[in-house]
Structures are given as C-alpha cells and as structure tokens.
C-alpha cells in the first residue's frame, strides 16, 4: 500500500482508530516521550474544551 492510499483513507477511520495510528507513530519516532507528552497535553485540553462547549450549550438553552 502506498503513502497516498494509507493517508487517503485515515479520514475513514473512526476517532479512536486514528489515535491508535497516532500512538503508532509516535513510538517509532526518535522523540517519541516528547510527542506522547504533547499528545497527552492536547488530548487533555480538547477535553476541556469538550466540557466548555458543552456548559456553553447548556448555558444557551436556558
């Protein structure tokens, strides 16, 4: 499989098999700590985000 046919169909993969792609690739990187650590970071602030849009909403309904 080529390069252009992995990466065209990474956008039909769901949500948590392309995180499992992402881990993959970040241990096989030479700084693989300091991109799991920056993974880990985004993956905790995008959940803070998750909660603020989800208290804006319901702030929005009232």
Known sequence: MSKA???SEI????????REIMRSI???E???QTLTECDRLALE???M???MEAEDEKN???
Do not use: G, T
């Not at 956008?11 to 392309?18: A, C, N, T, V």
């Open 45 to 47: 602030r995008f959940q």
């Open 30 to 32: 030479a700084d693989a």
């Open 26 to 28: 970040f241990q096989a």
């Open 5 to 7: 046919e992995i990466i």
């Open 49 to 51: 985000l998750d909660v």
């Open 60 to 62: 929005a309904a009232r």
């Open 11 to 18: 956008p039909k993969l769901s949500h948590q098999e392309r």
